[in-house]
């Protein structure tokens, strides 16, 4: 059997020590959609929501989840980030967040990155529901990540 990194000796939940590692530039791109009605892409394009600017508020509530995930996921170091970057991007019927996190530290920002994305478009749901209750969260989805010792890795489309 293969050791599981986030279990102990009996099988019980654990941090893993990340003390010993080196710190490395560390960096993580995730993205994700939501598909909606064209009248809510056109309000959120426009300008038009009620509730303000959705993408500059989506933007924000990434950025502040990615430096609350270690609060939200278990096992997940607190990290000090450097960075974090989420553009947005018009697709048909949809827009897609692209997350970017980074650092230099003795873990990667995985995990931030794609926090940062979920939230964002949450976020986006949560300020246009009012137009559009059935819009789809899919594909969110870690793009590429740079650092560390697993060096780095992109996805394959």
């Known amino acids: 059997m293969s050791k599981l990194t986030h279990l102990d000796?009996?099988?019980?939940?654990?941090?893993?020590?990340?003390?010993?590692?080196?710190?490395?530039?560390?960096?993580?791109?995730?993205?994700?959609?939501?598909?909606?009605?064209a009248e809510a892409l056109a309000a959120i394009r426009?300008?038009?929501?009620?509730?303000?600017?959705?993408?500059g508020?989506?933007?924000?509530?990434g950025m502040m989840a990615a430096k609350r995930t270690g609060d939200l996921i278990p096992l997940c170091h607190p990290l000090g980030l450097e960075a974090v970057d989420i553009d947005f991007t018009y697709e048909a019927n949809a827009i897609r967040a692209?997350?970017?996190a980074s650092l230099t530290g003795k873990t990667g920002v995985e995990m931030?990155?794609?926090?940062?994305?979920?939230?964002?478009?949450?976020?986006i749901y949560d300020m246009a529901k009012a137009i559009d209750k059935g819009m789809v969260i899919s594909e969110v989805r870690l793009i590429a990540k740079t650092g560390g010792k697993s060096g780095d890795w992109k996805a394959s489309l």
């Open 9 to 37: 000796e009996s099988g019980a939940a654990r941090m893993v020590d990340v003390g010993g590692k080196p710190a490395t530039a560390r960096r993580a791109v995730a993205s994700g959609r939501i598909a909606m009605s």
């Open 46 to 55: 426009a300008g038009d929501v009620p509730k303000g600017d959705v993408l």
């Open 57 to 61: 508020t989506a933007r924000i509530a």
């Open 98 to 100: 692209i997350a970017t």
């Open 112 to 123: 931030e990155a794609m926090t940062a994305t979920s939230i964002a478009l949450l976020t």
